[in-house]
């Protein structure tokens, strides 16, 4: 008789969307999504990391080869965002065999925007948040019809530490963070049954900080020091708050804030 599995095969068989899943702690929450059975679809705008990340799965996971997806669309550019999300996920329910999702993760993100005050302008404004805000926002009203209403589905949307630590010319960065805090709360109640949630790392070694490797070690060395565990997140670690998320069908309305403690140092 074999043992039961209440808590390890909860995301067995789900379809998930992960938007930004090509890199960092999106494809990090790709190979854990994986590992539990899932059927996964990244979606990135460069389609060439899409195809390299798709290949990468498909080799260190190759039993679920047939489980891993990719699409390319293109959240840059406002005119286009709500077409591009809508092929999207049109086309990502129909590569996974037509059955609506059960989870959308977003962790798309571009370079960080921080500027001095003197510098802000209506332009540069809108461009900051045009990834790391308004698409999730927008993406948001296609969930209800792409995704299972039911309170065991989710969406979860990535912000930053940010939003409750300010720091010296992250004004910017840091109202769009802030406003994914209150997105996140008035969408659960908008897509009620389906659960909203959000994730909140701290400085986590990712590829987004393009700087050659000398600076980065000296980077993440100065960032230890303000953090509790005294070490920068791995994108792998984060990824564990994002299952934490999609299997509690409890959790609504919640940020989750992985950080290393960095908000109290």
């Not at 994986?34 to 290949?55: D, P, Q, R």
């Not at 980065?216 to 230890?224: G, W």
Request: aromatic share 6%; hydrophobic share 40%.
């Amino acid at each position: 008789m074999s043992d039961q599995k209440r808590y390890s095969n909860k995301l067995q068989g789900l379809r998930v969307l992960i938007i930004g899943g090509s890199s960092g702690i999106g494809f990090c929450t790709t190979e854990a999504c994986l590992e539990y059975g899932a059927l996964v679809t990244i979606a990135s705008s460069n389609s060439s990391k899409v195809e390299a990340a798709v290949s990468k799965l498909q080799s260190t996971y190759p039993a679920a080869k047939s489980n891993i997806h990719g699409q390319t669309v293109d959240l840059s550019k406002a005119d286009t965002l709500e077409s591009e999300l809508k092929t999207l996920f049109e086309q990502t329910v129909k590569d996974m065999g037509g059955d609506k999702l059960d989870h959308v993760i977003f962790t798309a993100g571009d370079a960080l925007a921080t500027m001095k005050l003197a510098d802000l302008s209506m332009e540069k404004i809108l461009q900051a948040g045009q990834i790391r805000f308004f698409a999730p926002l927008l993406a948001a009203k296609f969930i209800p019809k792409y995704v299972k209403n039911s309170h065991e589905s989710s969406y979860i949307i990535t912000t930053g530490s940010i939003s409750e630590r300010p720091m010296p010319d992250w004004s910017v960065i840091g109202s769009f963070a802030g406003g994914h805090h209150a997105m996140v709360r008035n969408l659960a109640l908008d897509m009620k049954p389906i659960r909203v949630n959000g994730v909140s790392p701290g400085v986590v070694d990712t590829e987004l900080w393009k700087m050659p490797q000398e600076e980065k070690d000296k980077l993440m060395e100065q960032m230890s020091k303000k953090m509790a565990t005294g070490t920068p997140g791995r994108p792998e670690w984060v990824a564990e708050s994002f299952l934490g998320i999609m299997r509690d069908y409890n959790m609504d309305g919640a940020m989750v804030r992985t950080d290393g403690g960095g908000l109290f140092m």
